[in-house]
């Protein structure tokens, strides 16, 4: 009999034949706690009577939600966040590197194979590098802090193939937003999506990245990518045997097969106010629109902004649309700026905020209102995620966005 | 205790956590802080409204979106007794029995009641509403036990020789 990628992870940390349906307890090999529940989080930690972390080098805190402050109680995430870490000898900090999910992977915190856990729902990124890794609340983190394990059931898997090549003028984003699309947002509550199939082999580990981010829009409990020679020189390490197994086997079980052939794939959207709301941007096209966002922690990587500087390269955004772009942390800031990316955007008009979360959670740095339509390359597109509950929210690739911002209309990608 | 009955409440499909409560109030100090806007997106009026003891019940999906806990905390703070929904997403299902909100799952009752009537919940057994009866079924154990001790926190407090 054998097994899915994440019934494998799951027996290795337990030392059991783990199945899924089966409840058991995982020892964790990191987690991540961002700014906005790290005050939740510290005083969980001491009502439940903690004296002291399990294992200080495991624990992550990234400030990336309030970064900079945008009203005026949020520096006291802050100032409790810096007690926390003071007290209890934290060393993994971060106050203004980049979003949470970027920077997991990115400072080298999750390797193949491992268990993590965060404190934010778009904890499944780290499966693009074959991690099992999961959202919780704030109590759970608490409770793992202390003790170092969490139950979790395994869960089933749906496993999803792909092959062939895509389109020039699709990405990862259109092919994740079209499989919730088909899913449905809930399609894929409390299971696995295992990814497959050369398209997939093909692709970087950003692109990777996109696509495990958004698995929780379909309900998903995490995304696994098979750890490849891309994911060792991402991770800068060489492949165990162990992590290159990790793979689906042959006679493993999956709920449900998908099968897809990357030539069928063509620019998407997610329309107003659902993940699951898919169409094709043919459909759309010609709607007029009042900002562009281009960033966050799906689509706020180096690839994605050579992608949009590719299209807006001699450009300009169109007048009365604004197009901002945030890159999903310090170190693809730096990039896009020492390769030129940057001046071309800055260029063509585009507004280029502070690495960090910024407009994705409607916090900062562009919110919206009554009436107005944003074409957004984040991961939700919910009532009010942006500003009022009468704003529209297209979700799309960097492509379509940077497409969108010349016309100021829907518009499809040429590449 | 185990019995009890209670006003509806209905909701749709996919309530999301920022309809339950959006990123804007989520730095407030407290779960009370933000519970007046609770819903707000999708019906500002609802968290006014709702009183001790009332259950809300919903379509499919019920707490999909991010993981913020403040979601089940501030369903109980507004006095709500627990949720029925037709399916839960993972992470508030989670939050739900870590923080002692009860949360029952029904395919059917959702398309059958309307707000503002009254249904009866036998915990681990049944729901009525007008004379008809809907079977419940029972949680796994380490799930009950927790839920038993009052929530993670008061499990962990015992674990620490607290309580
Ligand atoms: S970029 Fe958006 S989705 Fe990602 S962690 Fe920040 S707020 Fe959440």
Redesign the interface.
């Known amino acids: 009999m054998g097994q899915t990628i994440i019934e494998k992870i799951i027996s290795r940390n337990t030392d059991t034949s783990a199945k899924a349906g089966e409840?058991v307890t995982v020892n964790v090999d990191r987690v991540m706690i961002h700014d906005?529940?790290i005050p939740?989080v510290a005083e969980?930690f001491e009502?439940?009577?903690?004296t002291k972390l399990w294992d200080a080098d495991k624990v992550v805190l990234i400030y990336d939600?309030?970064v900079p402050a945008s009203?005026v109680?949020?520096t006291?995430?802050f100032r409790i966040g810096n007690a926390f870490v003071e007290k209890y000898g934290m060393k993994n900090i971060h106050r203004a590197d980049g979003i949470c999910h970027q920077l997991m992977t990115e400072a080298g915190y999750v390797k193949p194979g491992d268990i993590v856990f965060?404190?934010?729902?778009h904890?499944t990124t780290y499966g693009c590098v074959g991690a099992f890794s999961s959202?919780?609340?704030?109590?759970?983190m608490?409770?793992i802090l202390?003790?170092g394990t969490m139950?979790v059931?395994v869960p089933e898997t749906i496993k999803v193939n792909i092959e062939g090549e895509l389109p020039s003028n699709v990405t990862s984003k259109d092919i994740i937003l079209r499989l919730i699309g088909d899913l449905g947002?809930?399609g894929a509550?409390?299971k696995a999506l295992e990814f497959a199939g050369d398209t997939v082999e093909g692709m970087s580990v950003a692109s990777r990245m996109t696509m495990a981010n958004m698995a929780i829009e379909a309900?998903a409990?995490c995304a696994l990518f098979t750890p490849d020679e891309k994911t060792a020189e991402y991770c800068e390490i060489t492949l165990t045997d162990k992590e290159k197994s990790l793979v689906g086997d042959e006679g493993a079980s999956y709920v449900r097969v998908m099968n897809y052939k990357a030539e069928d794939f063509v620019p998407v959207l997610a329309c107003p106010s659902?993940v699951d709301n898919i169409k094709p941007v043919s459909k759309c096209a010609g709607t007029e629109i009042d900002q562009v966002f281009i960033g966050s922690c799906t689509n706020g990587r180096l690839e994605d902004l050579h992608t949009a500087a590719d299209i807006l390269k001699g450009k300009k955004v169109a007048s009365f649309v604004k197009l901002i772009v945030t890159p999903a942390s310090r170190k693809i800031y730096n990039e896009a700026v020492a390769d030129g990316t940057m001046s071309i955007l800055s260029e063509a008009g585009a507004i280029i905020t502070h690495p960090g979360c910024g407009l994705c959670?409607?916090?900062t740095g562009g919110i919206l209102t009554d009436g107005e339509r944003v074409v957004a390359t984040n991961n939700?597109n919910?009532?009010?995620?942006m500003g009022t509950?009468k704003v529209e929210i297209f979700l799309a690739s960097p492509a379509t966005a940077a497409a969108c911002a010349i016309t100021g209309k829907i518009t499809i990608p040429e590449m | 205790m185990d019995k009890f009955t209670g006003r509806v409440w209905v909701l749709g499909d996919d309530i999301d956590t920022d309809i339950i409560i959006p990123t804007e109030y989520l730095a407030l100090k407290t779960v009370q802080d933000m519970t007046p806007y609770a819903f707000s997106p999708l019906r500002p009026e609802l968290a006014g409204q709702i009183q001790e003891g009332d259950i809300i019940v919903a379509g499919k999906n019920f707490g999909c979106g991010s993981s913020r806990e403040q979601a089940p905390e501030i369903i109980k703070e507004l006095g709500i007794r627990c949720v029925i929904a037709k399916s839960f997403a993972r992470i508030f299902f989670r939050n739900s029995i870590n923080n002692g909100l009860l949360l029952v799952e029904n395919g059917e009752l959702h398309d059958n009641v309307a707000e503002g009537d009254t249904i009866e919940v036998n915990i681990n057994e049944s729901i009525t509403h007008n004379g008809t009866s809907y079977k419940i079924t029972s949680l796994p154990d380490n799930l009950v036990e927790i839920l038993g001790a009052g929530g993670l926190v008061k499990a962990m407090r015992k674990r620490n020789g607290l309580d």
């Open positions: 409840i906005i529940f939740f969980k009502e439940m009577g903690f939600h309030l009203q109680d949020d006291r995430h965060g404190t934010d729902s904890t959202g919780i609340g704030y109590t759970e608490a409770s202390g003790t139950w059931k947002a809930d509550t409390y309900g409990k659902q959670c409607g916090r939700r919910f009532l009010g995620r509950s």
